[in-house]
């Protein structure tokens, strides 16, 4: 089992770990030393014990709420594969019926001799006027 030394607040201990675990072990060190040194820079020397103490529940804050954000991603997430789902299980929607109004033949009938005799009226005019 190797043994790693680790600095925490100033302070150097050694630390036993799994074989493999040691950057592991390094990284939750240097989460609680940046925990500690906040601490030493606004209330100077402590004990040991308190500083770690201190250090550990800083970071135990931090975790919880973390914690709490990732329930309410993953509650937020869980309400969108749902109404995914719902959205796969309804199906393709029905089709719209749209109704195109007929225009009534005796009104095409009247606009084809109105244009007749718009027609007519223009040639007259041609023929008066050349």
Excluded: W
């Excluded at 050694?14 to 074989?19: H, I, N």
Aim: hydrophobic letters at 45%.
């Amino acid at each position: 089992m190797p043994e790693v030394t680790v600095n925490i607040g100033g302070r150097q201990f050694a630390v036993a770990c799994q074989a493999g675990e040691e950057s592991y072990l390094h990284a939750a060190a240097k989460m609680l030393d940046d925990e500690a040194q906040v601490l030493a820079d606004q209330t100077g020397r402590m004990p040991e014990a308190r500083m770690l103490l201190m250090a550990g529940l800083m970071l135990a804050d931090k975790t919880a709420s973390v914690e709490d954000k990732i329930s309410e991603v993953q509650a937020q997430l869980a309400e969108r594969e749902a109404e995914l789902e719902g959205l796969r299980t309804m199906g393709a929607p029905e089709p719209e019926r749209i109704e195109v109004p007929v225009v009534p033949e005796a009104v095409t009938d009247t606009l084809a001799e109105l244009a007749a005799r718009a027609e007519a009226l223009a040639a007259d005019v041609e023929e008066k006027a050349g």
